[in-house]
């Protein structure tokens, strides 16, 4: 296991890929009028040991490419608007369904020491293969929750891969040596935040089928509370309660979201909440490195990510810029919660295409 991952990293590892298609189906039909003057084309991708990525595409071949990474629980088509928006100003952008997500190869399954195959090697080793299997040397990248971890671990590992990132969200913090991420969040919310209650395989994945797949979605795209996430091991509330969508989603987003994790289940999702403790085993030789890629970071003022405890000292005091040296600007936006990229579309493209425009 260790060794295919590491094979992709180091960019060893043959890709194979099928001819884009278009796709004209639920996610166009959801993704709006726009859909008819930009094509979002498909295909599937062979990558880190043998795994399948579906990707979306969308732009002119041989622009310069934006990879763009979702986190959970999301898909390729949170990006649909940024999409349309880097297509138009001349940029091919190019959105996988992660490992264990949507379309794509989830690896393990749901059997018990899955979540192995989910650590942040894993997961770039895709993402390198993905970029050989596409003909691509180096990329802009964006990326969103854990996404951006991902991404993070990506400028990390190879930053020879990696022409500029905005992150949004969630912000790179050093691993620390001293304690494992999931003991270091239960000593600080408890059992019952969300994270912790993700650990054991199966309980999370008993609640969510009692709620039903668009109530599970529902709940996670309209949090809006500026604090922790707790799931109560006494119930995340019932499959009859009334839980409005803001106005950025759409029944027709929901419904394509829903078609898909209802074919997949969950766990490939919280497979990578489940692999934290081990990434952070495997990652020891990188304490106390730096990210020495140029970086964006966006974030919205009533995030949950943004109100951990420590992080506006760490992203607006120093430390942020001393393990992201190239930290170019931090932009926080007003009155915007999580899934920052859905809500604010037309800001959040605007600033990614400003910012990648730089190093044109």
Same mark, same amino acid.
């Given at each position: 296991m260790v060794v295919a991952c590491l094979r992709g990293l180091c960019g060893c590892l043959p890709a194979f890929s099928d001819e884009p298609k278009p796709e004209k189906?639920?996610?166009?039909?959801?993704?709006?009028? %726009? /859909?008819?003057?930009?094509? $979002? !084309?498909?295909r599937t991708v062979e990558v880190n040991g043998g795994v399948r990525l579906h990707v979306a595409e969308a732009g002119p071949a041989g622009?310069? !490419? @934006?990879l763009l990474l979702h986190g959970f629980p999301e898909l390729w088509y949170t990006w649909r608007h940024q999409m349309r928006a880097l297509a138009a100003a001349g940029y091919r952008a190019v959105a996988p369904d992660m490992r264990g997500y949507g379309d794509s190869d989830a690896p393990g399954g749901g059997a018990a020491g899955s979540e192995q195959e989910y650590t942040a090697l894993h997961v770039v080793g895709d993402l390198v293969a993905l970029l050989d299997a596409l003909g691509e040397k180096r990329v802009f990248v964006a990326a969103h929750d854990w996404g951006a971890l991902t991404a993070w671990s +990506?400028?990390?590992?190879?930053?020879?891969?990696?022409?500029? +990132?905005?992150? *949004?969200?969630v912000a790179y913090t050093p691993r620390s040596a001293a304690r494992k991420p999931v003991e270091g969040l239960r000593a600080l919310y408890g059992d019952d935040y969300y994270i912790c209650r993700i /650990?054991?395989?199966?309980?999370?994945?008993?609640?969510?089928?009692?709620?039903?797949?668009? /109530? &599970? +979605?529902?709940k996670f795209l309209?949090?809006?509370?500026?604090?922790? +996430?707790? $799931?109560?091991?006494?119930?995340?509330?019932?499959?009859?309660?009334?839980?409005?969508l803001p106005s950025w989603v759409t029944e027709e987003d929901i419904k394509y979201y829903a078609s898909k994790f209802d074919k997949t289940g969950f766990t490939g999702g919280l497979n990578y909440y489940r692999a *934290?403790?081990?990434?952070?085993?495997?990652?020891?030789?990188?304490?106390?490195?730096? $990210?020495? @890629?140029?970086?964006?970071?966006i974030i919205g003022d009533l %995030?949950?990510?943004?109100? !951990?405890?420590?992080?506006?000292?760490?992203?607006?005091?120093?430390?942020?810029?001393?393990? @992201?040296?190239?930290?170019?600007? @931090? &932009?926080?936006?007003?009155?915007?919660g999580h899934f920052i990229n859905e809500e604010k579309p037309n800001e959040v493209s605007d600033h990614i295409i400003s910012f990648i425009k730089k190093f044109n």
């Open positions: 189906d639920m996610a166009a039909d959801a993704a709006g009028d %726009d /859909q008819t003057t930009t094509t $979002i !084309t498909h622009a310069p !490419t @934006v +990506l400028c990390l590992f190879r930053p020879d891969r990696v022409r500029a +990132l905005v992150a *949004l969200s /650990q054991e395989p199966g309980a999370i994945e008993a609640e969510f089928a009692r709620l039903g797949t668009e /109530q &599970v +979605l529902r309209s949090y809006r509370t500026p604090g922790p +996430l707790f $799931i109560p091991k006494t119930g995340w509330g019932s499959q009859d309660d009334e839980v409005p *934290l403790n081990k990434t952070w085993e495997l990652t020891s030789p990188w304490t106390g490195a730096e $990210i020495k @890629v140029p970086v964006k970071f %995030d949950l990510t943004y109100h !951990t405890p420590g992080i506006q000292d760490f992203i607006h005091k120093g430390g942020f810029k001393k393990f @992201v040296p190239l930290l170019d600007d @931090v &932009v926080v936006m007003k009155d915007v």
